[in-house]
């Protein structure tokens, strides 16, 4: 069974049509001038000088194509949220194999710089379900890129993520998607060290279950060193309810708060799926969105991350925050707003440093896995048969009088730790590597390679000058 997304006798005609303006505005582009995409909306964690020449215009690129349901697949175009992708999925019952957590991240986005959710140590990352893509390369061709070793242009496929449009923009993905049921039963198990915490965590991320029960969703909440819970999620129907019935954490609950609070609790699968969303995991506090007063009279249909995110954007633009506390006598603040990968087996390591020298809580974990145990990603590189723990952690730390908080002193001691313990460092926020070592870690020799194959002149920003020149 199909569904179209658009009331149209031919849905890919009308994307070939937007394919092909696309094109017209890249060719109007003067020769030898840099090639971005001109959106006002993102996800990316980092100030970038602001851009002076024209941009590609890819708003009209949000849109589902087509579902499969039988196959279970999706044709996406690139710059679809996830939010209209699950709106669309869950109406065949369906799902993509990993939605990450806030609805305004694109499926382009996640493709090419990552993302991840509960459902990972199942799924691995949001790229390792995409069957084909077409993107358009920095030389301005389209090319159709699929997960076949035979295709041609494979080594584009595999490259791709974690390029961050340095290489090229996806305008249409085709995805696996997965069954789903109505509800998602959860469990909050409790452990007292972060050593504890781990095994399960090993223990699930092999087996799929825990004490027994099958698991379809793990990720976990460390609220202290001495108080951290891992989430068990499983699907279940009706006839899984009890008085008073699902949860709600689209108001005045919140979702983080209630982990402490409850064993075990029930959801409807869409608000499973965005139950990080609302209060941007815990960061809507640094908002006065959890005050039970002003929370009354926040509308609830702006309870949610993009609205946060426009509070954080008008701040990298102006300043006006810092300015107040340096004004007021307060100590500077350093942003730490980073996800890292680390072994399960060296998670505890990590977790005790981290405790010890930057202090933020809570913190959020995720494992995953590779999906297939063998595919490489060659900007990304893991090992296939290891079980990585992503610990998410996002918001301000106090410096001594008089330090620079763009200095990245923290930051920096984060980036050596995570190296040390053969790690690796999601590329969305602030990063401080040197030429060197970004290269040793991100691809090195090979990315140069497939530079100069797709983007021979350089019209794409290089991945080293987006994500640590912050051009």
């Known amino acids: 069974m199909t569904m179209t997304a658009e009331a149209t006798s031919d849905p890919y005609a009308e994307y070939e049509a937007k394919v092909a303006t696309l094109q017209a505005q890249y060719a109007a582009i003067p020769e030898g001038q840099p090639v971005r995409l001109s959106k006002k909306t993102s996800n990316l964690f980092r100030p970038r000088q602001k851009a002076t020449a024209p941009g590609l215009d890819v708003k009209s690129f949000d849109g589902v194509i087509a579902i499969d349901a039988d196959a279970r697949t999706a044709d996406v175009m690139g710059m679809t949220t996830y939010e209209h992708l699950v709106d669309a999925t869950l109406k065949y019952d369906l799902m993509p194999l990993v939605v990450p957590q806030l609805k305004t991240i694109t499926l382009g986005g996640a493709v090419t710089g990552l993302g991840i959710e509960s459902s990972s140590f199942r799924e691995g990352l949001p790229h390792e379900s995409v069957l084909e893509m077409d993107v358009l390369t920095g030389d301005g061709r389209i090319l159709t890129v699929t997960n076949s070793p035979d295709d041609p242009n494979y080594d584009l496929y595999v490259s791709f993520p974690n390029s961050y449009g340095s290489l090229g923009y996806a305008l249409r993905l085709k995805i696996q998607l997965a069954p789903v049921r109505r509800f998602v039963a959860l469990r909050h198990v409790r452990f ?83 139950r990080w969303d609302t209060d941007w995991f815990w960061c809507s506090r640094a908002f006065g969105a959890q005050n039970s007063a002003i929370r009354r009279w926040w509308p609830k249909d702006k309870l949610r991350s993009d609205v946060y995110w426009k509070i954080i954007a008008f701040e990298h633009r102006t300043g006006l925050f810092a300015k107040i506390a340096d004004v007021t006598g307060k100590p500077p603040k350093e942003e730490i707003v980073q996800d890292v990968e680390v072994p399960v087996d060296r998670l505890a390591e990590f977790l005790e440093f981290f405790h010890r020298e930057i202090g933020i809580e ?20 893991m090992d296939t048969s290891v079980t990585y723990v992503n610990v998410g952690f996002w918001s301000t730390v106090a410096l001594p ?33 040197d030429k060197d070592e970004f290269d040793r870690l991100y691809g090195g020799e090979h990315y140069i390679q497939i530079k100069k194959r797709y983007d021979s002149d350089g019209r794409l920003l290089g991945l080293y000058d987006k994500v640590v020149l912050r051009r």
């Open 401 to 433: 009088k008089g330090s620079d908080p763009d200095a990245g002193i923290l930051n920096k001691l984060i980036e050596d730790e995570v190296t040390r313990l053969n790690g690796h460092k999601s590329l969305y926020s602030s990063a401080y590597y």
């Open 362 to 381: 809570p913190v959020w974990v995720c494992p995953l896995r590779s999906r297939d145990g063998k595919t490489q990603w060659p900007l990304y590189a």
């Open 192 to 274: 007292d060290t972060a050593q504890d915490m781990a095994d399960a965590i090993a223990t699930i991320a092999t087996t799929n279950e825990y004490e027994g029960e099958h698991v379809d969703f793990l990720d976990g909440t460390v609220f202290s060193s001495d108080e951290q819970y891992l989430t068990l999620g499983a699907f279940a129907d009706a006839d899984a309810i009890s008085s008073p019935g699902p949860s709600d954490y689209t108001g005045m609950n919140i979702y983080y708060k209630s982990i402490k609070e409850k064993t075990t609790d029930l959801l409807l699968t869409r608000d499973y799926i965005w």
